[in-house]
């Protein structure tokens, strides 16, 4: 049962709970940059970056969020030194366990998206032991994206759509951009809204290529471990002043959803 308190975005915001994202995926760039400015071994910066995840995921299950997707581990990220990746891996197994009770408080579900097979026995086990121990909470739906690429994902799923077909269970012009959609990770929830992005790179890199179709981009250029409550307000009052308009003239409505097949 949550115990953490919710948060009325028209106080600490000045918008209603209807202009906020439902689902905000988070490119967590800059750990690496923020060590050597400092130094400090690349890992340093990584294990500092541990607040800045705590921080966005609390505020944002207390703000209503819907969903919450943070880009953890990519698939190219297997390229970098060994040590570094190994260090990275005992990190987030050791972030799972210790941010489990803060998680339930606040009733937060978790999932991960992305490849199984090449994680570690120790991170693959606390994966599965949270996202057990988090299926039966009714709040925010958070996404670990880990050994994630975009590409991979799509891949997957059209393998897995032409399986069918060829199995005689689905029809070629029954494809369409639901059903695709619909054979992603992230099915059943809604696509991104608002795409953050930290330490003020312009690109998406390999990152829900597919559901970010129409999200709303917000380059911060402030370090991921420097990534505070004020930086996530910042973001969400820019995305609550922008008009969607989906391809239209004239927007009908600000907070419309984005146009389905």
Request: hydrophobic share 40%.
């Amino acid at each position: 049962m949550p115990t953490t308190p919710a948060i009325d975005p028209a106080k600490v915001l000045g918008l209603p709970r209807e202009a906020l994202p439902r689902h905000i995926a988070v490119i967590m760039d800059g750990n690496g940059r923020w060590a050597e400015m400092r130094g400090l071994p690349r890992i340093e910066g990584h294990r500092n970056a541990g607040q800045a995840v705590r921080d966005t995921i609390t505020q944002c299950a207390r703000l209503g969020i819907e969903c919450l997707t943070l880009y953890s581990f990519s698939r190219e990220n297997w390229k970098r030194p060994v040590d570094e990746v190994n260090a990275l891996m005992v990190l987030y197994a050791q972030y799972l366990v210790d941010n489990r009770p803060e998680l339930m408080e606040n009733n937060v579900r978790v999932r991960q998206i992305g490849k199984r097979d090449r994680l570690p026995a120790l991170v693959m086990r606390e994966i599965e032991n949270l996202e057990q121990l988090t299926a039966a909470n009714t709040g925010m739906t958070l996404f670990l994206a880990i050994d994630y690429g975009s590409r991979a994902e799509i891949v997957d799923a059209i393998r897995g759509i032409a399986q069918r077909v060829k199995d005689g269970d689905l029809a070629i012009d029954q494809i369409d951009e639901q059903l695709v959609s619909d054979s992603l990770d992230t099915a059943g929830l809604p696509d991104p809204d608002l795409l953050i992005r930290t330490a003020g790179d312009f690109r998406v890199s390999n990152f829900l290529l597919w559901q970010i179709s129409y999200a709303e981009l917000c380059i911060m250029p402030v370090l991921w471990p420097d990534f505070r409550i004020e930086h996530l307000h910042e973001a969400l009052t820019s995305f609550g002043a922008r008009e969607r308009r989906y391809g239209d003239v004239a927007p009908p409505s600000r907070h419309s959803t984005p146009p389905t097949d």
